[in-house]
């Protein structure tokens, strides 16, 4: 795959952050494909998935047994569990 290609489906962090918004405003109420179809702003759907890749291997989303995208994203207990000494890095 060339490099043009590759970037054609590359998302910004706009369209990122757009996702993120509308997946925890509606988290668990829609499967991908009706997700992507009900967003703000329409896109490629390629760039979609890359999207969507990159925030379930963040960890800030995840697939349920039904197809359905929830946002599992906490960050106030991640906070949380940092600030612990007792669960420091040695």
Not at 47 to 62: G, P, Q, R, V
């Given at each position: 795959m060339?490099?043009?290609s590759t970037s054609a489906h590359?998302?910004?962090?706009d369209t990122i952050?757009?996702?993120e918004e509308f997946v925890q405003e509606?988290?668990?109420e829609f499967r991908?494909?009706?997700l992507w179809s009900s967003l703000p702003r329409k896109m490629m759907?390629?760039?979609?998935?890359?999207?969507?890749?990159?925030?379930?291997?963040?960890?800030?989303?995840?697939i349920d047994a039904n197809g359905?995208?929830?946002?599992?994203?906490?960050?106030e207990l991640v906070r949380?569990?940092?600030?612990?000494?007792?669960l420091q890095l040695r």
């Open positions: 060339s490099a043009a590359s998302p910004t962090l952050r757009m996702i509606y988290s668990g991908r494909r009706a759907y390629q760039t979609f998935k890359t999207a969507i890749e990159y925030l379930i291997e963040s960890n800030k989303i995840a359905k995208v929830c946002w599992i994203f906490d960050p949380c569990y940092l600030e612990r000494q007792d």
